[in-house]
């Protein structure tokens, strides 16, 4: 039980600090992106943290494994480098018994990958199709921000407001600018105006920025011949913010019993890779027990990137069969448990590598023997 205890806390506190620094690195160049969106105002500034906090069991569900098979490296590698170990070997700790104590924590791991990609990822997946369906249907109006010069329609405008009202419905000091094809002629429209409010059209439901009190501009560019109207009253359409880029994949967001319902084989595709992730954490487990084991004289960190390697192997063969899957390639059965069973192979084949080779010095000892003996 110490030793139960011991070795789960190495292995726990590593996988936290490696998750951590993973989550943080995947996050930082999603958050980034839900910025970029954000400063052209595709979607509200108010929503990335919920964005964020939204997609992190999506992320979480594949550095989880990676964190787990990183950890048990580091950690047994440190422990064969200090030699606790070789203790733990002379107190009669085989490395099957290692194995038995270090699934105990794969399994609690595995159990908490489980709900993230059979529940909370859903779930999660859910609510930020939610939100991101709600900026769709906001108008770009709703995403002006004062005093910056914004392009809204797609990069067919670029709107500058000086204020706006607390309740966001009126601006003040407003410029506009914007092409008009007019035939093969393209000509620029500015448009400054005191304020502007936003008006709903009921019938056809649509919005509409009505400017008062302002001058409008019509011309081609480098030429002298321009057009000035003066207006109390200008409507403008807002068409909605395009956001169509940022949502997920649909069936990434379908709650895991709505798949068992379904029998489509995207359904069945995803289900299964679902129950798939969970298992991957126990074979790589059972893959990084002897990968960690390490040479004192060679260092720690020596068998760090062929153990890497064959984890992204795995995890690409996953992938990949799941969109040969997809694209009817590759059949249901055996699916992506033949490639777990091809690495759950790997790992009980180097688990007992030694006693591997040393039915091979005895059979070749025993034919030397026959041989000589003829």
Same mark, same amino acid.
């Given at each position: ?12 506190v590593?996988? +936290?600090?490696?998750?951590? /620094? +993973? ?5 930082s ?5 839900? +910025?970029a ?8 500034v108010?929503?990335?943290f919920?964005?964020?906090?939204? %997609?992190?069991?999506?992320f ?9 098979? /990183? ?20 107190c009669?700790?085989?490395?099957? @018994? ?5 699934? /105990?924590?794969?399994? !609690?791991? *595995? ?17 930020t ?12 109006f709703?995403?002006? @921000?004062e005093?910056?010069?914004q *392009?809204l329609g ?11 009202? *607390?309740? %966001?419905?009126?601006?003040? @000091?407003?410029?506009?600018a ?6 093969? =002629? ?21 919005r ?5 009190n302002? /001058? ?7 030429g ?19 956001? *169509? ?14 798949l !068992?319902a379904?029998?489509d ?6 289900? @299964?890779?679902? !129950?798939?992730l969970? +298992? ?11 990968l960690?084991?390490? =040479?004192? %004289?060679q ?15 795995y995890?690409? $063969?996953?992938?990949?069969? %799941?969109?040969?899957?997809?694209s ?9 448990w $033949? ?17 591997v ?8 000892s025993h ?5 000589a003996?003829?």
């Amino acid at each position: 039980m110490i030793i139960l205890r011991y070795l789960s806390r190495e292995i726990i506190v590593t996988l +936290l600090a490696v998750s951590s /620094i +993973l989550l943080l690195i995947v996050m930082s160049g999603r958050f980034a992106r839900y +910025l970029a969106e954000a400063t052209t105002g595709r979607i509200s500034v108010d929503i990335l943290f919920s964005l964020i906090a939204f %997609r992190m069991p999506e992320f979480l569900v594949l550095i989880l494994p990676l964190g787990m098979f /990183i950890a048990i490296l580091l950690s047994y590698g440190r422990l064969y480098i200090e030699s606790e170990m070789v203790v733990l070997s002379a107190c009669g700790i085989s490395q099957r @018994q290692i194995l038995g104590l270090t699934l /105990i924590t794969a399994l !609690f791991v *595995s159990a908490m990958v489980a709900s993230l990609s059979l529940w909370f990822g859903p779930m999660g997946a859910q609510k930020t199709d939610v939100m991101l369906l709600e900026q769709r249907q906001r108008s770009e109006f709703d995403s002006l @921000q004062e005093g910056r010069f914004q *392009s809204l329609g797609k990069g067919q405008a670029i709107t500058y407001v000086e204020s706006l009202s *607390s309740n %966001r419905k009126v601006l003040n @000091q407003v410029f506009v600018a914007q092409t008009a094809n007019d035939g093969d =002629n393209e000509s620029l429209i500015v448009i400054v105006a005191e304020a502007g409010e936003q008006k709903l059209n009921p019938e056809f439901d649509q919005r509409y920025l009505m400017l008062q009190n302002g /001058i409008r501009y019509e011309g081609h560019p480098g030429g002298a011949d321009y057009s000035v109207m003066r207006f109390k009253t200008y409507g403008q359409h807002m068409p909605p913010a395009d956001s *169509s880029l940022l949502f997920s994949n649909k069936i990434d967001a379908k709650p895991t019993m709505q798949l !068992f319902a379904d029998n489509d084989l995207e359904s069945k595709v995803t289900l @299964q890779w679902r !129950f798939s992730l969970p +298992l991957l954490v126990i074979i790589v487990a059972m893959l990084a027990v002897p990968l960690s084991k390490t =040479n004192p %004289r060679q260092g720690r960190y020596l068998k760090m990137l062929p153990a890497l390697i064959i984890y992204l192997v795995y995890l690409g $063969a996953l992938i990949g069969t %799941r969109g040969a899957m997809d694209s009817g390639k590759w059949p249901l059965l055996p699916g992506l448990w $033949a490639i777990h069973g091809v690495f759950a192979v790997l790992a009980l084949l180097l688990l007992n590598w030694h006693n591997v080779q040393l039915w091979r010095q005895r059979r070749a000892s025993h034919k030397l023997q026959e041989t000589a003996r003829a």
